[in-house]
């Protein structure tokens, strides 16, 4: 069985409730470090009718596909759920705003380009939003597509952003399953950067089939590959998503999400090599089994640090006070690759 047919028929047997269609998946405030600045942000993931690549199948670690509304929403649905979103930001007074779709902002099978359109000019008007950041798959990316939505933003500022979690089209194909290669990120961020527009790239943390060391050595590298067509990085660490291929394996205790000190370790590693490249991180879940951890002593702490380093990119916030279990996983980066796929649980 090919590993997209693994992942649709776990997709097929999940079961996905209603939702109403004029209100976002989420939305919610946080602060992001933009020019140097700490600013404060609001997310915004729209329901829409979904991620094309994951109704075909999709990525393994991704369960964002079950948010997609069940009937399409209607323009006038997709305008409310901004309407809705913006409520949470009324006590703003200068904001990035970051729209996701768990798809792509710039498919017009999700979101209409005169919803585009509706959506970048009420955020236009909006004089306290300085910012507007946009994820995409890359092909959908476009000289078309990234003029129209600067023009429409006016003189805000554009991001557009891309998950694409490793530089290895072997990781991606065979680990992750994401559909798209290495040569069409660097061809979208390109277009993105000649068209005015910044490029930030997601990375993820120890995709399957990968041990702790590969999946170190994996993101370090995929910096280096990806640093000359990103102007920030943010640095995912997967965790266990309900109904997905990620969680089957781990439920057979095929699977153990990455360790914390791995990402200080990463952070500390690129942030060196490159002084002046943003490079985040934010630790969902940390501390929980589902999630990224150390032991139960330190995981909260850590991943504290990794948040604050975030904000502030200052490197020597990561020389984190030893833990017990930092030999544990040092043990762990020399045994993991002997184990044959069989992770070392802690």
């Known amino acids: 069985m090919s590993l997209n047919k693994a992942v649709l028929e776990i997709r097929n047997r ?11 998946c989420a939305a919610w405030t946080g602060v992001d470090l933009v020019d140097g600045q700490k600013i404060d942000t609001l997310t915004i993931i729209f329901r829409t009718s979904g991620c094309w690549w994951g109704k075909a199948g999709g990525c393994t670690m991704c369960g964002y596909v079950y948010d997609s509304a069940q009937t399409p929403p209607s323009d ?3 305008i409310k759920q901004l ?7 009324s006590g703003f007074e200068n904001f990035m705003v970051k729209i996701f779709t768990s798809g792509s902002f710039l498919d017009i099978r999700e979101i209409p380009l005169l919803v585009r359109h509706s959506i970048l000019s009420a955020l236009e008007k909006d004089d306290r939003v300085s910012k507007v950041l946009a994820e995409t798959r890359p092909e959908f990316v476009s000289e078309e597509a990234v003029k129209d939505c600067r ?5 805000k500022a554009f991001e557009v952003a891309m998950g694409l979690e490793t530089s290895s089209d072997l990781i991606r194909r065979e680990s992750i399953n994401k559909g798209f290669k290495f040569d069409d990120f660097e061809r979208a961020a390109v277009i993105a950067r000649e068209n005015g527009a910044t ?4 990375l993820m943390l120890k995709p399957l089939f990968l041990s702790e060391k590969q999946a170190l050595e994996d993101i370090v590298k995929s910096v280096r590959d990806a640093a000359p067509f990103s102007d920030t990085f943010s640095i995912n660490l997967c965790n266990i998503q309900n109904g997905t291929y990620v969680e089957r394996l781990w439920q057979k205790g095929q699977y153990r999400p990455p360790w914390l000190w791995s990402i200080i ?3 500390k590693r690129t942030k060196s090599e490159f002084p002046d490249m943003v490079i985040s ?11 990224p951890h150390n032991c139960k002593q330190c995981s909260r702490d850590v991943a504290d640090l990794i948040r604050q380093f975030s904000l502030s990119q200052d490197i020597s ?3 984190v006070p030893d833990c017990e279990c930092k030999d544990l996983w040092e043990c762990v980066l020399q045994l993991d690759d002997h184990t044959f796929g069989t992770p070392i649980n802690d």
Request: hydrophobic share 30%; no cysteine.
């Open 76 to 78: 006038t649905d997709l």
């Open 265 to 267: 370790e990463i952070l």
């Open 151 to 155: 023009k429409y933003l006016g003189g």
């Open 281 to 291: 991180s934010d630790p969902v879940g940390a501390g929980s089994k589902r999630g």
């Open 199 to 202: 490029v930030k790239t997601y």
């Open 83 to 89: 309407e809705n979103a913006m409520e949470k930001a």
């Open 317 to 319: 916030l990561l020389e």
């Open 14 to 24: 999940q079961r996905v409730k209603p939702s109403a269609p004029d209100k976002p």
